[in-house]
């Protein structure tokens, strides 16, 4: 099935990054997973990720742990994995956890940078060249 992108989706995307940018990290609402939900929301106009709920960080583990490995997950969710050197706005970027074992999303805005979050920082922007080479790329064509 393939995937339209509503009229003005790149705009639209821009300005809710520039919103996030200035709130604080809160588990479901602000952390990378539910940022990328709430992004590709507003590119394709409708929910894309079919994920439970949570408000808590022992919540999102649950919930990350009930859907299994990332690639599987965008995969089953109707995403391509791409070469990240392919990446333009409102891609979707998984990256390996640091400590805890949980993935790190991101969510292009442009093809060289992409809207992120995490409990030190909060919601913030970074460069693709940032992006380590473990990092895999999602398309929803």
Not at 44 to 69: C, H, Q, T, W
Not at 84 to 99: K, N, Y
Not at 114 to 125: A, I, R
Request: proline letters at 5%; hydrophobic letters at 40%.
């Amino acid at each position: 099935m393939e995937m339209i992108r509503v009229p003005n989706w790149s705009s639209k995307l821009v300005a809710f990054a520039e919103v996030q940018r200035k709130k604080n990290f809160e588990w479901g609402e602000t952390d990378c997973g539910s940022l990328i939900r709430k992004g590709l929301k507003l590119v394709f106009g409708k929910p894309i990720l079919d994920v439970d709920e949570y408000s808590n960080e022992r919540e999102a583990e649950k919930v990350m742990k009930k859907l299994g490995d990332a690639s599987s997950f965008f995969e089953s969710q109707g995403a391509v994995n791409e070469l990240l050197s392919r990446a333009s706005g409102g891609d979707v970027v998984v990256r390996p956890g640091v400590d805890d074992g949980l993935p790190r999303l991101g969510l292009f805005l442009y093809p060289d940078a992409l809207l992120t979050s995490d409990p030190e920082y909060g919601p913030h922007v970074i460069k693709a060249y940032e992006l380590k080479r473990q990092a895999l790329l999602y398309k929803f064509v």
